[in-house]
C-alpha cells in the first residue's frame, strides 16, 4: 500500500509530505483548492505522462517521491528485480519534471526508464474517475479480469501451454515442408551426384598422392641415366670399395707395430666402405622406383585428371570429394525417409490442435460460469447506486478458429442503462456518472481477484447525493477492508465512512505577495465534523449542518 507521499513545487504546491494508513482515506476540499494537482502529481509519481507546465512558478523542477510497502511476492517487485533494482525493503518511485520538459525516474534511487517506472506503478495502484479511459472500461483487460474473478488461472495455463505446442508443431511441419520441397527440387542433381560419385570412389589424400606418383614417373627417364652411372662409380668395376678393402687388410697387419698410428686410419676407411655401402643402397632403391610401366603412368593420370574434373564440377577440393558424397547420401536418404517424417509431424500437429481445443473448451466453460456469477454479483450492488434500471452484461464473442494462447472469447463488459435501450460497451453507453457507479460496482465484487493494493476514486461521486453517496461510502468502505482507498470528493456521506481524512485547501505564502500554495491537512475529531458540516452546508456553516454531520460520523462509526 502507499505510505507516503511526498511533493515539491509542483503547480500550486511548493512542500507536501503525507502519510497513509490502511483502510479508507478521503481528500475533500472546495473547487480549485488542488484535489486534481494532487492527483497529478500522484500520477507523475506513478509514470504519467510529464509537462514542463507541473513545475511550480519560477523553480527549475519539482518531483514526486511516492512510498510502497507491499509483499515480498508481488509483481511489482519482480518487475523491478527484472530491471536489476535492488528491492530489499520498501519501493520507493520517484519522479523528477524539469521546467524545459523534461523527466527523469528513479525507483529505490536507482534510475529507471519510465516504461519501467509506469509498469512497476501500474501494479501498485489504479486511478479511477468519471472520464477515466483505462482500468476497467478498457476492454483489453475485461478477459483478464473475468479469468481473475472466476480463478480460472490453472485453465489458461493449460491453454497456454496448448497454444504453444500448437506453434512449436506447426512450426516444425511448416519448416520440415520447406525442406522437403527443397530437397524434392534437388533430388534428380542429388542422385546423380551420388551414383557418379559412388563411381569414382574418391578417397581423402589420393589427389597428392597419385599427383607425386605422376611426376616421378615423368621424370624417371631422366634421372634414371644419372642414378646408374651414379650406381657404376659406387658398385661398378671402378668402385674403389676393392682397393679401400685391400688397403684395409694391408694397414691391419701393421696394426701391432705403430697401433697409434695405423687404427684411426683403419676406422676411418671402415667407415668410407660402410658409407660407400649405404650409397650403393640408396642409388639401388632409386634405380628400383624409376622402373615403371608406361600403363601405370597412363592409369595415374587418368584417375588423377578424373578427380580434378570432379572437383571443379562440385567446386570442392579434390580432397573433399570423399565428404561431398556422404552428404549427398545423406540428402538423398533425407528425401526418401521425409515423405514418413512429415506424415508424423501431421499427426502431431492434428493432435496438439486437438489437445488446444480440449483445454480452450473447458476454459469457455469456466468462463461462462464466471460470467454469470459476474453479472449477477456486479447486478446486486446496482440498486443502491440508483442504478436499479440498468443491467451490467459480460458479452463474450467466441472464435473457435483462433489458437490464441488465451482462448476463443474476447471478452467485453457491456451496458444497459435502461429498460429498452440497446446494451453496448460501457464506455460508451454509460453517462460519466453512471459509468463511475458501474466501475465502483465492479471494483467491490472484484476487491480480491488481482485488484492493485492502492484504489484511488476521482470524484466518482459526483452528480449524486443523499442516498446513492451514502452507498458509495458503503461500497468504499467495504473495499477498504480488502484494499487500501484514496477517494476525492465532495459527498459528506462519503467523507463521514473514511478512516482517514484530508483537507485539501489553498493558502497565501508567508511573505510572498500574491502567492498562493496548497496545502494538505490531516483532520481529526472536531475540525473534521466542521469540515463535513461544511461540505453539507456550503459557505456558511449552520448548526443543523454541525448536528447532521456529527450524525453521519456517529452513523459511520458503528
Known amino acids: 500500500m502507499l505510505i507516503q507521499l511526498t511533493i515539491r513545487d509542483i503547480v500550486l504546491i511548493d512542500r507536501l509530505e503525507l502519510h497513509f494508513h490502511e483502510g479508507l482515506s478521503v481528500l475533500t476540499g472546495e473547487t480549485g483548492a488542488g484535489k486534481s494537482i494532487l492527483l497529478d502529481a500522484f500520477a507523475l509519481a506513478l509514470g504519467g505522462r510529464g509537462d514542463g507546465s507541473l513545475v511550480r512558478h519560477g523553480e527549475a523542477q519539482g518531483q514526486v517521491t511516492a512510498v510502497f510497502d507491499c509483499p515480498l511476492d508481488h509483481p511489482a517487485r519482480r518487475i523491478a528485480s527484472d530491471a536489476d533494482i535492488d528491492v ?14 523534461r523527466t527523469r525516474a528513479f525507483v529505490n534511487d536507482q534510475p529507471v526508464s519510465v516504461q519501467v517506472l509506469k509498469a512497476i506503478g501500474a501494479t501498485l495502484v489504479e486511478i479511477h474517475g468519471q472520464h477515466d479511459d483505462r482500468a476497467l472500461v478498457d476492454p483489453a483487460t475485461h478477459r483478464a479480469i473475468l479469468d481473475a474473478f472466476g480463478g480460472l488461472s490453472g485453465e489458461i495455463q493449460a491453454v497456454g501451454d496448448a497454444s504453444r505446442r500448437v506453434r512449436e508443431a506447426r512450426h516444425a511441419l511448416h519448416e520440415h515442408r520447406n525442406r522437403i520441397e527443397k530437397a524434392r527440387k534437388e533430388a534428380d542433381f542429388l542422385r546423380h551426384a551420388v551414383e557418379e560419385l559412388t563411381k569414382l570412389n574418391p578417397l581423402a589424400g589420393e589427389e597428392e598422392t597419385l599427383a607425386g606418383r605422376r611426376v616421378v614417373m615423368m621424370q624417371s627417364e631422366k634421372v634414371a641415366q644419372d642414378l646408374n652411372e651414379a650406381y657404376e662409380v659406387v658398385a661398378g668395376n671402378t668402385s674403389p670399395v676393392n682397393e679401400l678393402s685391400a688397403a684395409v687388410r694391408k694397414l691391419e697387419r701393421r696394426g701391432a707395430q705403430a697401433p697409434s698410428l695405423v687404427e684411426p ?286 450524525r453521519l460520523l456517529e452513523a459511520a462509526a458503528h
Open 88 to 101: 530489499d525493503g520498501d519501493l520507493i518511485l520517484r519522479r523528477v519534471q524539469v521546467a524545459d520538459g
Open 265 to 550: 686410419s683403419v676406422k676411418a676407411l671402415d667407415a668410407a666402405l660402410v658409407a660407400i655401402d649405404e650409397a650403393r643402397e640408396a642409388l639401388e632403391e632409386a634405380i628400383h622406383a624409376t622402373e615403371y610401366d608406361p600403363r601405370e603412368l597412363e592409369q595415374t593420370e587418368e584417375r588423377l585428371f578424373a578427380l580434378r574434373a570432379a572437383a571443379r564440377k562440385y567446386d570442392v577440393p579434390a580432397d573433399e570429394l570423399a565428404a561431398l558424397r556422404k552428404r549427398f547420401e545423406e540428402d538423398v536418404a533425407a528425401i526418401d525417409a521425409g515423405e514418413e517424417q512429415l506424415g508424423g509431424l501431421e499427426k502431431a500437429l492434428k493432435e496438439a490442435d486437438a489437445a488446444y481445443v480440449k483445454a480452450a473448451k473447458a476454459l469457455s466453460s469456466g468462463r461462462k460460469k464466471a460470467a454469470q456469477a459476474l453479472d449477477t454479483a456486479v447486478q446486486a450492488e446496482l440498486p443502491p447506486l440508483k442504478l436499479e434500471r440498468a443491467r451490467f452484461i459480460t458479452d463474450i464473442q467466441i472464435d473457435e478458429t483462433s489458437r490464441d494462447p488465451s482462448g476463443f472469447e474476447r471478452v467485453e463488459f457491456w451496458a444497459q442503462t435502461n429498460p429498452g435501450t440497446r446494451p453496448g460497451p460501457l464506455m460508451k453507453v454509460a453517462s460519466g456518472g453512471e459509468l463511475s457507479r458501474f466501475m465502483l460496482a465492479l471494483k467491490v465484487v472484484l476487491a480480491d481477484k488481482g485488484s492493485a493494493p492502492t484504489l484511488v476514486f476521482d470524484e466518482i461521486d459526483t452528480g449524486v447525493g443523499g442516498a446513492v453517496a451514502d452507498a458509495i461510502g458503503q461500497r468504499l468502505a467495504r473495499l477498504a477492508e480488502k484494499v487500501q482507498v484514496m477517494a476525492v470528493t465532495h459527498a459528506p456521506q462519503v467523507a463521514a465512512k473514511a478512516g482517514s481524512h484530508f483537507l485539501i485547501a489553498k493558502e497565501g505564502v508567508r511573505g510572498a505577495q500574491d502567492r498562493v500554495a496548497t496545502r494538505v491537512i490531516p483532520l481529526e475529531a472536531a475540525p473534521r465534523r466542521e469540515e463535513i458540516a461544511r461540505m453539507l452546508a456550503g459557505a456558511t456553516i449552520t448548526e443543523e449542518a454541525r448536528a447532521a454531520a456529527a
